[in-house]
């Protein structure tokens, strides 16, 4: 309305100087929003392949499904992968490169029982079919994460998409920048501070370990060595040391346990109710407990009406942000595990 007769005012000539400034305020606003958009533009946006490649995510979804449908347990490690490429060098799908003369992350200790490229490849080997060298393999990453636990009935999260591939995968940088699971709070706090994440999203963003198995050795010290004299982690549950024995003998390194025992399959709460019984597996999974804000939430998701499934949607599309290559920035990989 306002608009309307400031126009009219303005074809009749008859403009008053409050109208003006108003006018000119307008103006300067509307090129205020210009340069917004202009910067958006260089970030992550939702639909950003609906012109250049309109079929990518359905292609995408549509493989991860024909691999989930058959594999549900797959969801696990695909979820893990997208975690471990946006940990280091920020979510640039450096974790699918493979070493060259330099080590790349995959090799490296924390990332040897990553598993699932293959369904990385085969996605990515259809969408070049759709489109040759329009969608990143880190875009990838991110939809088949989100895929592949929405299709285990996990919650589902909005992807803005537009992340560019890197061009670089060192073993040394994985090592610095991915969590062990021995770190404590003080540790994890500022690892994922390090990353932007607060304590919220930590707290969150491990309740992941709702589905998947682990190696013996990623915990094998809380059983049998924990302070050098042969004990037990005495944070754990006894009942679970002595269970967890029996699965995993001193310095086995080919084991798997299931991280969420009972439920390890399905995505839901049951993290946070083993945690709160001090059955969380790795000491960073126990280590939730130690702070008073990530003890609350442990304590809150494990109850009925839990808003964890919507907490991890937010936390997930926040993860998803960290630290990507966007606009001209890097490339678009034609192979996922080498650069062009
Ligand atoms: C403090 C941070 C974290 C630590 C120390 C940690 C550590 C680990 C370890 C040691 C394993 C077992 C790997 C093996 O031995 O096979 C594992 C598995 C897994 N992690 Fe984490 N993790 C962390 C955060 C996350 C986050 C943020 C997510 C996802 C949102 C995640 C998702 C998973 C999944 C799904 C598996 C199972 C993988 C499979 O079944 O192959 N983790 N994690
Ligand atoms: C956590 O670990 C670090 C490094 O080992 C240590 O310096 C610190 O005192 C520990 N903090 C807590 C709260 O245990
Ligand atoms: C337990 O740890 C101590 C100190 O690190 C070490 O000397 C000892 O050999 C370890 N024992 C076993 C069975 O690994
Ligand atoms: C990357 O390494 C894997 C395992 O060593 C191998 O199977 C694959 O062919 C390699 N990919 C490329 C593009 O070199
Ligand atoms: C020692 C070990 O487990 N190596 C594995 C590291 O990761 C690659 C890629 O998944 C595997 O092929 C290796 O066997």
Redesign the pocket.
């Known amino acids: 309305m306002f608009y309307k007769q400031l126009l009219k005012n303005q074809v009749q000539g008859k403009m008053e100087i409050g109208q003006r400034v108003l006018l000119c305020l307008h103006i300067q606003l509307i090129i205020v929003v210009m340069v917004l958009n202009h910067s958006n533009a260089q970030g992550l946006k939702l639909g950003f392949y609906s012109e250049t490649c309109p079929n990518a995510e359905s292609i995408i979804r549509k493989t991860t499904y024909g691999f989930i449908s058959r594999a549900p ?1 797959l969801a ?2 695909l ?2 992968l ?2 471990h490429d946006c940990f280091v060098r920020g979510c640039d799908g450096s974790v699918l490169l493979n070493s060259t003369k330099n080590q790349a992350e995959k090799d490296a200790i ?1 990332n040897l ?3 699932g490229y293959h369904v990385i490849d085969a996605v990515k080997s259809a969408v070049e079919q759709a489109c040759p060298g329009v969608v990143s393999c880190a875009d990838i990453l991110a939809l088949v994460a989100r895929d592949s636990v929405s299709m285990i009935n996990g919650p589902s999260w909005k992807v803005p998409l537009g992340r560019r591939d890197g061009r670089v995968s060192k073993l040394s940088e994985a090592l610095a920048n ?4 021995f ?1 404590n709070i003080t540790q ?1 706090k500022q ?2 501070a390090s990353k932007g994440l607060n304590m919220k999203d ?1 707290a969150v ?5 709702t ?5 013996c ?2 915990f094998g010290l809380r059983l049998y060595n924990f302070s050098g004299k042969g004990d037990a982690d005495p944070s754990m549950d006894l009942t679970y040391v002595t269970q967890l024995k029996q699965k995993c003998k001193p310095g086995d390194i080919t084991s ?1 346990v299931e ?1 969420d025992p009972g439920s390890f399959k399905t995505f839901d709460e049951a993290y946070y109710t083993l945690v709160s019984k001090r059955r969380g597996l ?1 000491g ?1 999974d126990a280590a939730l407990l130690n702070n008073a804000e990530t003890k609350a939430y442990v304590l809150q998701a494990s109850r009925h009406g839990s808003t964890f499934a919507k907490d991890f949607a937010v936390s ?1 599309e926040k ?1 998803g942000k960290v630290e990507v290559l966007t606009g001209n920035q890097g490339e678009i990989r034609k192979h996922c595990a080498m650069v062009n």
Do not use: E
């Open positions: 347990t696990a490690p979820l893990r997208h975690f924390p029982s990553l598993r991915l969590p062990s699971p770190f994890l690892n994922f930590l963003l491990l309740g992941g370990h589905i998947g198995t682990s190696h050795v990623a798997l991280m790795f960073s997930m993860m």
